[in-house]
Each structure stands twice: as C-alpha cells, then as structure tokens.
C-alpha cells in the first residue's frame, strides 16, 4: 500500500519558518515534489527532487523554500523560510514510483501565514 503523509503545517507569522514532512511508504520512488493550492487558484508546484539529486523550485519561492529527503526515514522536507503571506495555501506531497511510474499525492497539510 503506497501512503505519503503531509505534517508539519500550521500558522506563522510574515517572515517565519515551517518544516513540512511527508513520511512516504509502500513504493521506491524516483521524484518527489511539493505543491500547494491557495483558494481559487490552480495547483501549482513549489520544489521537485530527482533521484539523482536535482532541484527546481518556484520563481516564487526560490531562496526560501528547500527541499530534502532522508533516505533512511524515507521522508521528504519541505524548509519554508522568511514565509510571505501570499504563501498561505493547502500543501500536498508528490511522488513518482520507480516501477510503474505511478503519481501518487499525499492528503495535504495547510500552511497559513498570518498578516
């Protein structure tokens, strides 16, 4: 059974910092990726990462959000620093599978950043 479990959401203030987590199980996956959705617009990516090690992030977020995986926990991070109000959106994990290449989303965690 593939699972991927968001954590870490919460509120905070204009420029603090949450960590997301997103327990992953069930499958060896080769890209992970964290979107959000603010009300009333689409779902957008924020990071990916590759098995290889590369990432991309959003012109939005660049310089302030960072994406991690640890292998041994299987878990992937999300570090939102200097965190802006217009950043205030339903976080979800994603992954691909390696074998299959099956998308998978986690249920999402929210993210509200307080004015």
């Known amino acids: 059974q593939v699972q991927l479990v968001e954590s870490g959401g919460g509120l905070v203030q204009p420029g603090g910092s949450l960590r997301l987590s997103c327990a992953a199980s069930?499958?060896?996956?080769?890209?992970y990726a964290w979107y959000r959705q603010a009300p009333g617009k689409q779902r957008e990516m924020v990071a990916t990462l590759s098995s290889g090690g590369s990432r991309n992030y959003a012109d939005s977020v660049k310089g302030r959000f960072t994406i991690s995986r640890d292998n041994a926990k299987n878990t992937v991070y999300l570090q939102m620093n200097s965190l802006k109000p217009e950043d205030t959106a339903v976080y979800y994990c994603?992954?691909?599978?390696?074998?299959?290449?099956?998308?998978?989303w986690g249920r999402g965690t929210q993210v509200t950043v307080s004015s």
């Open positions: 994603n992954a691909v599978s390696l074998l299959g290449a099956r998308i998978y």
């Open positions: 069930g499958s060896i996956f080769s890209v």
